[in-house]
């Protein structure tokens, strides 16, 4: 505790009898403690509003429009009739109070007046332009009147609570109430009274005028001039609260009153907290809890890399967010801490654990910080809109340990604007990207090229994609025996209705639009240790057909299928078990949709099929031919880009793989397997390449006539000259124009001449075999 009593010794305190604080435990409890009475922890705590005498004053972001608020008010109004000579004193916020017309806080507390003092904070940030062009349920943004402080005569509640049914019921918050301390209350009265001489007042009529103490319009005015006269009734109080000789004064309980208003250059729990967050005191614990977990950077910074201390951190679950499955834009603020909390999950210390709030039907808003020390049988609170009191500890009932698994569960996967998967429009070349941000989250498993050998991982439960292995989500991968296809749990595409992405800027320049697809896994085999190139003709056209019945299932729906594999992590494989990938789009992407109109444009204009052509040249001339079977051909493309990539292309005119023949399909999984082991043995390494099918458009395009378009795979080999040197695309190549270094006839020479039936590692085990006398 040595280091909290030299953060607050320079700090006017007020000494307080430890018996004059209670803690309030529910929203009911709450709401009582203003109206009824109420007994808390054995303690009966009479009726607030019915027994002040001399003053009433309430600070809080708005009033609600139910039979509760309605309650509350009959109330004060009760309490003025009891004692005319009570002053009244209500200060909202501006933009929350005045919403909503006639059932906004302004109108229902209007039958107060004249008797009452209602006053309407409005920051003086939303002005001009801005205050005409930002909605009025999203300008709260800007600024807002935060203060939640209760006080009749001599006693006060602090709290997070509005005076609204939602913050009286089902809403766990933090309220403290502390009693007959006239120094505290007297304090709080002048902070109040301060902010409401520069605010707007309610008239009885309705209207809304500036405080005649206001001599400075909020937002019409010069906005310096209006900060430094907020800024100077501040400071009136708070000079005279530092010339009271009370820190002299013995007590076994001491509060230091500290004020947080930023935009006025009045920080000084902004100040606290970061020498707070820097301790190096290791026999420290701090306990920190809030509804809305969203740290500033200088508070992130300090308690991730600089403090030396434990923390515990609880806040509200998707669910227990009071935002959670709300309408509008509203509806996404959940998923937006979701973010926040895993992001710093992310960076945190070991010493750091969060917890989240869940309690069904209940939402969370309580914000606290407490300080403990094994060293010191005393502790620290922070009690206010923005941290709350000890007794909320006891809230770990109700809180469920964070891991990183948390993040991955379907009640966090709710949808989110920096996640939310769209395309961007390039128009330097009048090309697509897609942004898929969640991406970034997949598991990656940190494997290498293998300069020999298959390069797989093991089949165990380690690897997710094996049998019984266990995914990032959760989910056990089942025992399957042949293929087996699943949700890609990381979808650069999701079908899903609900979300729509919007960047808020439409012109020529800036494009973008929501995308919808579906993204799936498809394992070849269980068995990791296999490749293509191992996998026996019956496993590969197990494969083939794989395809086809994904293919035939998603046709109508999607106008583009793109089967593909990324095989070695030069390629990006994030997982070297034997599978491949499939994406489905609810439009044509950029790089078929140039080969659709390439292919029928020359159609058109020839009346020949383009792709046919090339395999009748291929077969006449041969020079570009890697291996060729009654059915299908391979042959490094005349233009092709990467050294040793390949075109694989039907003998017979086909459009779409799942139009196959028998004969084709069984001749294909001959031709697959001959070309992997050619790639494999021609560096004596797991090759990696990235591979996709091209069929022809569906979806819409499945009216058209699409026999002009010829069914083709590709395979895209990063090697250059040998297991370890890559081709890199960069520089000329990545601002200009692709160049490459090696014939095409050369490398087609190059895998020609490689066995194509005898895989590399098949020599190497042959080699390594012992021979017996």
């Known amino acids: 505790m040595d280091e909290i009593l030299r953060l607050v010794e320079n700090l006017p305190s ?12 529910t929203p009911e409890q709450f ?82 007046l004249p008797r009452a003092r209602i006053h309407l904070f409005h920051t003086p940030y939303l002005r001009g332009i801005l205050k005409s062009i930002i909605p009025q349920r999203t300008n709260e943004v800007v600024g807002l009147q935060h203060m939640k402080l209760y006080i009749f005569d001599d006693s006060i509640v602090i709290s997070g609570a509005n005076l609204s049914e939602s913050y009286f019921t089902n809403r766990q918050d933090r309220y403290i109430l502390i009693e007959n301390v006239p120094e505290l209350a007297q304090f709080w009265v002048g ?39 907020l800024r100077a ?38 100040d606290f907290l970061k020498e707070l967050f820097a301790s190096q005191d290791t026999s420290s614990k701090i306990i920190l809890t809030s509804g809305y977990f969203n740290l500033i950077g200088d508070y992130e910074h300090l308690i991730t890399k600089r403090g030396k201390y434990s923390m515990d951190v609880i806040y509200a679950s998707p669910q227990a967010n009071g935002f959670y499955k709300g309408s509008g834009l509203s509806g996404y603020i959940p998923s937006l801490y979701v973010l926040v909390s895993e992001t710093f999950f992310g960076i945190k210390r070991q010493q750091v654990e969060l917890f989240e709030y869940e309690r069904d039907g209940w939402t969370y808003h309580a914000k606290g910080l407490w300080v403990q020390s094994t060293k010191s049988p005393f502790c620290a609170t922070l009690v206010g809109s923005s941290n709350y009191g000890q007794e909320h500890v006891r809230l770990l009932e109700w809180s469920g340990w964070v891991e990183a698994s948390t993040f991955l569960r379907p009640d966090h996967m709710v949808p989110r604007w920096d996640k939310m998967s769209h395309r961007r429009y390039n128009p330097l070349r009048d090309e697509w990207v897609i942004v898929a941000a969640n991406r970034l989250q997949r598991p990656w498993q940190g494997a290498t090229e293998s300069g020999s050998g298959s390069g797989f991982m093991p089949s165990t439960t380690v690897n997710p994609l094996a049998p019984g292995g266990h995914r990032a989500n959760g989910q056990i991968t089942p025992h399957y025996t042949s293929t087996f296809v699943f949700q890609n749990d990381f979808p650069a595409l999701r079908d899903n209705a609900d979300e729509e992405y919007s960047e808020g800027i439409a012109n020529q320049l800036y494009r973008s639009h929501s995308i919808k697809g579906t993204c799936r896994v498809m394992c070849y085999h269980p ?97 570009r031919l890697v291996v060729e079977n009654d059915e299908w ?19 017979k005119h086909s459009t779409s793989l799942n139009k196959i023949s028998k004969e084709q399909k069984r001749c294909l999984a001959d031709i697959m397997k001959k070309l992997v082991i050619k790639y494999d043995n021609l560096f004596k390494c797991a090759f990696p390449f990235s591979m996709g099918w091209k069929s022809a458009p569906t979806g819409r395009f499945l009216s058209e006539n699409r026999d002009f378009w010829t069914l083709h795979a590709v395979y895209l080999p990063p090697l250059l000259r040998s297991a370890s040197v890559k081709k890199f695309i960069a520089g000329y190549e990545l601002v200009a124009e692709p160049q490459r270094d090696i014939l095409p006839e050369k490398a087609a020479e190059m895998l020609r001449e490689q066995n194509e039936s005898v895989h590399f590692t098949e020599h190497i085990q042959s080699r390594s075999t012992p021979i017996s006398s």
């Not at 009898?17 to 309030?24: E, H, L, Q, R, S």
């Not at 990324?566 to 044509?588: F, I, K, M, T």
């Open 233 to 270: 009734r501040l400071f009136e109080v708070l000079k005279c609260e530092g010339k009271k000789n009370v820190n002299k004064i013995e007590s076994d309980t001491r509060i230091y009153p500290l004020i947080q208003m930023g935009m006025f250059r009045v920080n000084q729990e902004y």
């Open 633 to 651: 051909i391979v042959v490094v493309p005349f233009w092709a880009t990467w050294p040793f990539e390949t075109l694989l292309l039907p003998i």
């Open 31 to 112: 709401y009582n403690t203003l109206i009824a009475k109420t007994s808390v922890n054995n303690f009966f705590l009479k009726n607030l509003t019915k027994s002040a005498r001399k003053r009433i004053a309430l600070s809080t972001l708005y009033l609600g429009n139910g039979k509760l608020e309605e309650n509350l008010i009959d109330e004060l109004d009760k309490a003025l009739d009891r004692c005319p000579g009570m002053e009244l004193n209500i200060l909202l916020d501006y933009l929350r109070g005045t919403r909503d017309g006639e059932k906004s806080s302004a109108a229902i507390l209007r039958r107060l």
């Open 191 to 229: 902070i109040i009274d301060a902010v409401c001489s520069c605010s707007f007042k309610l008239q009885p009529d309705g209207g809304i005028d500036t405080s005649e103490r206001c001599a400075i319009h909020p937002f019409k005015g010069a906005l310096k001039e209006y900060e430094n006269q």
């Open 14 to 25: 007020i000494p307080v009898d430890a018996d004059n604080i209670k803690v309030i435990e």
């Open 527 to 623: 068995n990791s240790d296999l490749s293509m190139a191992q996998m026996s003709h019956e496993q590969l056209e197990a494969v083939i057909d794989m395809w086809i019945e994904q293919m035939n299932e998603l046709e109508k729906k999607y106008e583009w299928i793109q089967i593909f594999e990324n095989r070695g992590a030069l390629v990006g494989c994030s997982n070297a078990h034997p599978h491949g990938q499939l994406w489905a789009s609810d439009y044509l992407p950029t790089y078929p949709a140039k080969e659709y109109s390439t292919q029928k444009t020359y159609h058109q204009q020839t009346g020949k099929i383009m792709l046919m052509e090339v395999v009748e040249e291929e077969l006449r001339k041969r020079e």
